[in-house]
């Protein structure tokens, strides 16, 4: 979007002073009825200032999360602390409100106040300000995040992108000691999604609050590429770099989750303690790959996941390399997708998606029906039991 | 026409509806928002007047108003005057008569209201009374209408608890309604008929600008629907 940047940056000089960082720590068990049996959310971690990714399945209890700090949720036990300030804590019998914790969240449907026009929305926070410091901060913002010419226009009036800002806007002016986000970019295209993570990190550069950003979209982790903390079942199961997080899949869901492009049934053939591999029989077709060893034994059936970006492509046979599968095959499509090159790759009877970039397709002038060689390396391959 | 009585019964019906906005919207915020486990039982004790025969309601309105009760004596040292059969005792006995009429539609829109704009309230810094003020009563203006008029349509129409607690005093408690009887006593069918016809076209009117209003008008759907600038 080519708006311009307006000249005073979002921290205004109305604007009250703010610790220089603030953290948050969450120690919580929440148990609630759940259509699958009772569900505890039981977590335990730290965000610093800036962007931290809460990634997981729907019904993982992030939500459930968000709602607890917030206050709109009572735990039942634990301790909530933002910027050195207990909100709850169980054992001294503490539960601020949620109206006093000035926290800001963007709710997943965004709450737009449905009678007020986009100015009112977000000068809504600002009730102990005079009207024209209201005035001024709001304006400020609705600038800062390019909504200036929608401020007399009501939720209903405006495209959700628009929506979003607007929300995100009412949310910030306040000046939060955190902000929860709870999918804010589920309904935007890419890069609606990019320049709206932009306008949000400037201002926290400007801000320095711990930023919870809950999102089970494999893709925006990568792009967000800040601190993750993965739940499942209500429960932390990792945490660390996106890098780290999403390649080590440790259970199924999640794996579906972290955007596996080829995930495959297959049998173990033999078991090869002695170099830490085994072999596996892919299920459909003929191809045998050698896999990382896990505890299985023969015969038994596993899930092999690979992500495409993993996979080489080889238009002679390669010799002398240190993967150890190297399986020929026929390219069947080529489709591109913003900047990378999707092929699909027929090997013994198995389809493999194979990404590139645009100056691979052609360097090694890709079409389809071209032999070529796919290339795995043992540890690109992720087990899940079946 | 008994214009009179006409006179006395649109005052009453309007103090009574203005008085019920202003007592009905802090009970039906407390029935919309309290989680006190026995809130059925005050639900249901509010619903009564719907159900109940208004001369058992009419009955106990003048047991409570008379020179024996409590209130009534209080009243007494108060003024110098009896509570039963005077205006003021009418506007009791109509007060509870019209309450749940409107409670209820109070309760259906404060409960209408989207809980996620609560929350977002709540998280922007307002109090919940602050949030009721600003978000609940504005998105429910349907609903306070409709209370508003539907008690002042259930007084104007009311007859049993006005003869018990009011009698029948010309210029102080005889209603249309009683009027309407007095003159069918009487065997005076025309008057009668006039009367009764003109109650029920009022009556009409009053509930078609409601459910307009509710269809084409307040609703909370228009805040979506209709551009509004």
């Known amino acids: 979007m080519a708006v311009k940047v307006p000249l005073a940056p979002p921290a205004a000089p109305t604007m009250s002073p703010l610790p220089i960082s603030s953290d948050l720590e969450v120690r919580i068990r929440k148990r609630f009825p759940h259509p699958e049996g009772s569900f505890l959310l039981n977590v335990h971690f730290r965000a610093l200032a800036g962007f931290t990714i809460l990634f997981g399945a729907s019904g993982a209890g992030k939500t459930t999360l968000l709602d607890c700090i917030a206050g709109l949720v009572d735990p039942d036990d634990g301790r909530i602390v933002v910027g050195g300030e207990d909100f709850y804590d169980a054992e001294k019998k503490l539960n601020v409100a949620a109206w006093k914790r000035n926290i800001g969240y963007v709710h997943q449907d965004l709450a737009l106040f449905p009678h007020l026009t986009a100015e009112e929305n977000v000068a809504y926070g600002l009730r102990k300000l005079s009207r024209a410091e209201r005035q001024t901060s709001s304006r400020e913002m609705l600038q800062a995040f390019h ?24 949310s910030l002016v306040t000046e939060p000691r955190a902000l929860l986000l709870d999918e804010p970019l589920s309904a935007l295209d890419r890069p609606t999604k990019s320049s709206l993570v932009g306008d949000l990190r400037k201002w926290n550069q400007n801000h320095r609050v711990p930023i919870l950003f809950v999102t089970h979209n494999g893709e925006e982790v990568f792009a967000l590429g800040d601190e993750v903390v993965m739940l499942d079942g209500g429960k932390i199961v990792a945490q660390g770099l996106p890098h780290d997080v999403m390649r080590a899949p440790r259970l199924e869901t999640v794996a579906n989750l972290a955007g596996f492009e080829n995930i495959f049934d297959a049998s173990v053939r033999a078991l090869h303690e002695a170099r830490g591999t085994m072999t596996c029989h892919l299920r459909k077709g003929t191809v045998e790959l050698e896999t990382p060893l896990v505890r299985a034994e023969v015969g038994s059936l596993l899930r092999v996941g690979i992500q495409a970006g993993d996979l080489l492509l080889a238009t002679e046979e390669p010799h002398g390399l240190s993967a150890r599968n190297i399986l020929p095959g026929t390219i069947r499509r080529l489709a591109q997708r913003d900047v990378i090159v999707a092929a699909i790759i027929e090997c013994g009877g198995t389809d493999f998606e194979v ?32 | 026409m008994n214009w009179e009585a ?30 006190w486990r026995w809130k059925f039982l005050v639900e249901a004790a509010v619903a009564l007047p719907i159900v109940l025969p ?16 409590p209130l009534g004596r209080w009243w007494e040292s108060l003024t110098g ?13 109509s007060l509870l008569y019209s309450l749940p009429f409107a409670v209820q539609p109070f309760a259906a829109s404060f409960g209408a209201v989207d809980r996620t704009l609560l929350q977002a309230s709540a998280s922007l810094g307002h109090s919940p009374l602050q949030t009721f003020r600003r978000i609940v009563l504005p998105l429910s203006q349907a609903g306070l209408i409709t209370g508003f008029a539907l008690s002042f349509a259930h007084t104007l129409g009311e007859f049993g608890v006005v003869l018990m607690v009011g009698g029948n005093i010309p210029g102080v408690t005889r209603t249309l309604s009683i009027d309407i009887y007095d003159q069918v006593q009487a065997a005076n069918y025309s008057s009668a008929n006039r009367t009764a016809l003109f109650l029920l076209v009022v009556s009409f009117l009053i509930l078609s600008i409601v459910f307009g209003l509710n269809r084409y008008g307040l609703n909370r759907r228009t805040w979506a629907l209709s551009p509004w600038r």
């Open chain 1, 147 to 170: 909504i200036e010419h929608l401020r007399d226009r009501r939720p209903a009036q405006i495209s959700g992108g628009e929506r979003q800002r607007v929300a995100l806007a009412r």
């Open chain 2, 54 to 69: 208004p001369t058992v309601l009419g009955f106990y309105v003048l047991v409570a108003l008379g020179s024996r009760s």
């Open chain 1, 355 to 386: 990404h590139l970039t645009l100056a691979a397709r052609d360097a090694l002038q890709l079409r389809p029906g071209k032999a070529v060689w796919v290339v795995v390396k043992t540890h690109s391959c992720h087990l899940m039991g079946i």
């Open chain 2, 81 to 93: 005057r009896t509570l039963a059969f005077t205006f003021e005792g009418l506007v009791i006995g």
């Open chain 2, 6 to 35: 006409f006179w006395l019964t649109v005052r009453l019906a309007a103090v009574v509806a203005a008085l019920l906005v202003a007592i009905g919207i802090p009970i039906a915020y407390w029935l919309t928002y309290s989680r």
